[in-house]
């Protein structure tokens, strides 16, 4: 309780420590998924920020089980920061891709008794109603989330970005998962080719009007070894600079429900990947423009939201 009312947001770390009375820290697994934009199934490129490599965890032990990979990243986590619970967070690739009976075999995996709960990531137009169904069985037993690449709620950016899905996928797949109670974070980029302030304020009140449970926002971060890259080194793409794009983040705050958790206030990469901007290797220096500047504003997450 005491992260959530010292701050003039409503932060993930707060929201688990009042669910489950302790410190819970996220645990990434690497099941072994692909990226259907990647491997031929939508496409073979993959959206025009994305570096497959930058996902890796920093402690990533390797190809074991699940299980065991849970265990080892447990382990380095509460000998670092002293938490008690755990989240199974799958986060590389797209974690719903596969058949149903290898779905619910790798999710059992991770229904180990140290974790209290589990995150799933992937994309809105790879989410099936069977898939759903296993999320659900997964619920019975402990909460689950999942979190969908959003990115923009502008038709136009995500054919820009090469996303290939469309926001109707992103509507239905929150529309399902609300019906089977599952909360839903939704994942969006600031400063993405082509937008402003303007348009990414539209994605926010978007995500506000589906009544969603979290989001994360995140930066739109140049990474090496991308077609943005190549966007960016011939000089056609522009770079939102740290004041502007916490000043959106900020309005974005004031449009969202207080109830809305908020997992994160900007993206990271490992530093060797980020090509631009400089700013974005700190994330501790980009959440504390953001809290200052929602202060010397005297406003919090909320103060707009509905108008």
Excluded at 271 to 296: L, Q, S, T, Y
Aim: aromatic fraction near 8%; glycine fraction near 8%; proline fraction near 4%.
């Amino acid at each position: 309780m005491k992260d959530r009312l010292s701050k003039p947001y409503n932060p993930l770390s707060g929201y688990l420590k009042e669910r489950f009375g302790c410190k819970v820290y996220k645990v990434t697994v690497d099941a072994g998924f692909t990226c259907p934009n990647r491997d031929g199934t939508k496409g073979s490129l993959g959206c025009v920020y994305c570096n497959a490599e930058a996902l890796v965890p920093r402690d990533y032990a390797g190809a074991v089980d699940i299980g065991a990979q849970l265990r080892l990243g447990i382990n380095k986590v509460r000998q670092r920061h002293k938490a008690e619970k755990f989240i199974a967070y799958f986060q590389m690739n797209t974690n719903t891709h596969g058949s149903v009976d290898q779905l619910r075999s790798i999710y059992a995996g991770a229904l180990i008794p140290e974790v209290a709960g589990v995150a799933i990531s992937t994309r809105p137009d790879c989410l099936s109603d069977e898939v759903i169904g296993i999320l659900s069985e997964i619920k019975s037993t402990r909460p689950v989330w999942l979190e969908l690449g959003l990115q923009s709620s502008n038709d136009a950016t995500l054919l820009l970005i090469n996303r290939r899905h469309s926001v109707a996928d992103f509507s239905s797949a929150v529309a399902r998962a609300h019906l089977a109670g599952i909360d839903v974070c939704a994942h969006i980029i600031i400063g993405l080719p082509g937008e402003g302030r303007t348009e990414a304020l539209s994605t926010v009140r978007f995500v506000a009007d589906l009544d969603i449970w979290g989001v994360k926002f995140h930066q739109l971060q140049v990474l090496k070894d991308t077609a943005l890259e190549a966007a960016y080194l011939n000089g056609g793409l522009d770079i939102l600079e740290l004041e502007e794009y916490s000043s959106i983040v900020v309005d974005s705050l004031e449009l969202l429900s207080p109830s809305m958790v908020i997992h994160r206030l900007s993206g990271d990469a490992p530093r060797r990947f980020i090509v631009a901007p400089d700013w974005g290797v700190n994330k501790f220096i980009i959440d504390e423009m953001i809290v200052d500047m929602m202060r010397k504003r005297n406003t919090r997450q909320g103060a707009r939201y509905g108008l």
